[in-house]
């Protein structure tokens, strides 16, 4: 168990559909990371927040959209879903002040189907 | 545009024998780079790390070479155990930009007996 949790495990819906991916980070961190793995690709960094303000921004769709709580949990909102955004979804968090030299902390991550 | 590039999907050695994954980029803007090991069902787990500004890191059976010049880079885990077998991803951050990391695709390893 990394410390990080990620809800649900697995999420099958269909076009057109709304569903938020939920994470909540590691005791003490304060950063929160989204990235995207589509089959057979790597992962794709998708925005971060640092204690509820958003602090970087990668390739994220428009349709897509997350925010930080006071609680420092996340959640990632995928909206007018399609068959495309079939993809693993990690969440990753690292405390204040930690060099990238000690990388994140992953969770398990999110397997969402879209049918 | 895949800046960073793992070519081999998968490899297959001998327990005891040498692991070496590579990694190729294309950013010379990049300036760290992180191993993570990934197995099924879980999340990425941080490896090892090493900064542009020095040319190899070392931490128990796992070694990481940068190439500069030739934008490589390679993961050598000797001896290499069963329970090394899992997708291992190299993944890249460039200057000012630390909170993104760029990631390849992933090489599969299989440590057999």
């Known amino acids: 168990d990394s410390g990080v949790t990620q809800t649900p495990k697995h999420l099958i819906t269909a076009t057109g559909q709304r569903v938020t991916l939920r994470c909540s980070p590691r005791?003490?961190?304060?950063?929160v990371y989204w990235y995207q793995q589509s089959l057979d690709q790597g992962l794709q960094f998708l925005i971060q927040y640092y204690n509820g303000e958003e602090r970087a921004k990668g390739n994220i769709l428009e349709r897509f959209s997350a925010q930080q709580f006071p609680d420092l949990h996340s959640e990632l909102n995928l909206s007018s879903l399609e068959l495309g955004d079939s993809a693993l979804y990690f969440c990753?968090?690292?405390?204040?002040?930690?060099?990238?030299?000690?990388?994140?902390?992953f969770g398990s991550g999110t397997r969402l189907t879209v049918v | 545009d895949q800046q960073v590039k793992q070519n081999s999907p998968s490899l297959s050695v001998q327990e005891g024998r040498i692991s070496i994954l590579n990694c190729d980029y294309t950013?010379?803007?990049?300036?760290?780079f992180l191993w993570y090991k990934k197995y099924p069902a879980e999340g990425p787990t941080f490896l090892i790390s090493?900064?542009?500004?020095?040319d190899k890191n070392e931490d128990g059976r796992f070694t990481v070479f940068l190439n500069k010049s030739a934008k490589h880079l390679s993961l050598h885990i000797v001896p290499s155990q069963p329970g090394d077998s899992a997708v291992y991803f190299c993944a890249a951050s460039a200057y000012g930009t630390a909170s993104k990391l760029t990631f390849g695709t992933g090489t599969r390893l299989q440590v057999t007996l």
């Open positions: 950013n010379s803007m990049f300036d760290y």
């Open positions: 005791s003490g961190d304060l950063s």
């Open positions: 090493i900064s542009s500004i020095k």
């Open positions: 990753a968090s690292s405390p204040p002040g930690q060099r990238l030299n000690y990388g994140y902390t």
